[in-house]
């Protein structure tokens, strides 16, 4: 896991401004600026790279976590480096709860016990 973490985090800008966010809620907001950067790193990846697009998906989270987490402090950015394996594997995890990856799921567990 430590190598997808890896993989994925320096796909990411260091440095991500979150100056356009919307918080509706304590877990809900919109971050233009983020999502358009989860949009290009996402097509970047093969579609048939499954864990590598599942690995950009949980980052995204991660990320959109802090970023809420951020301009509710009245932060204007937030850092890649913000984001540790533990919060990865977290929604890495979440994501391989749908049925859709269960053999992704699999792996995943047999991988990096539980």
């Known amino acids: 896991m430590d190598t997808l973490y890896r993989m994925i985090k ?8 979150v100056t356009d966010g919307v918080i ?9 600026t983020l999502s358009n950067i989860w949009e290009k790193i996402e097509i970047s990846v093969p579609y048939s790279d ?6 950009v998906f949980a980052f995204f989270q991660a990320l959109h976590e802090e970023a809420i987490r ?3 402090m009245g932060r204007v ?25 269960r053999l992704e799921r699999r792996i995943y567990e047999k991988s990096n016990a539980i």
């Not at 509706?24 to 907001?29: A, E, L, S």
């Not at 499954?50 to 690995?55: A, E, I, K, M, N």
């Not at 950015?77 to 994501?95: H, M, P, T």
Request: no cysteine; glycine share 6%; aromatic share 16%.
């Open 10 to 17: 320096v796909l990411w800008p260091h440095t991500i401004s």
């Open 70 to 72: 951020a301009r509710s």
């Open 24 to 32: 509706y809620d304590q877990k809900r907001g919109l971050f233009p």
């Open 50 to 55: 499954h864990w590598r697009q599942l690995g």
């Open 77 to 101: 950015e937030i850092k890649s480096s913000e984001i540790g394996v533990a919060r990865f594997d977290y929604y890495l995890r979440r994501s391989l709860e749908s049925e859709d990856w």
